[in-house]
């Protein structure tokens, strides 16, 4: 299947500020993953070990958190992949076809 560049710019998008949307999903792909055959391509949202907090602060000394745990400090966290720990992470609660790998290699390749 061949995806317009609207559709691969919209799938995009999800894989930032996607801490919601990602933890509503049962099964999450990483596009970059994916798109090199790599193992561990889907996983659950569960297996997500780190996310990137953009304004996360800690609570004591009011320093930044860049990057958090297994919990996202907000909705509006990125998800990092457990597996290449880039954020190329899109859950199915997108709507999109994530087990369809040729989206995963059109953004892939756009990207
Ligand atoms: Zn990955």
Redesign the pocket.
């Known amino acids: 299947m061949t995806w317009t560049e609207a559709q691969i710019v919209q799938a995009h998008e999800h894989c930032f500020e996607n801490a919601q949307e990602v933890q509503a999903s049962a099964q999450c792909a ?1 596009y ?2 994916a798109a090199n055959e790599l193992p561990g391509a889907y996983f659950e949202p569960g297996a997500i070990t780190e996310w990137l907090n953009p304004a996360g602060r800690d609570a004591k000394t009011g320093a930044e958190i860049l990057r958090s745990g297994s919990k996202p400090l907000s909705d509006r966290a990125t998800a990092i ?1 457990p ?2 720990t ?1 954020d ?1 992470v899109i859950g199915d609660a997108s709507g999109l076809p994530i087990t369809d790998r040729s989206l995963l290699s059109a953004i892939n390749e756009r990207f």
């Open positions: 990483c970059f993953c992949c597996n290449c880039f190329m």
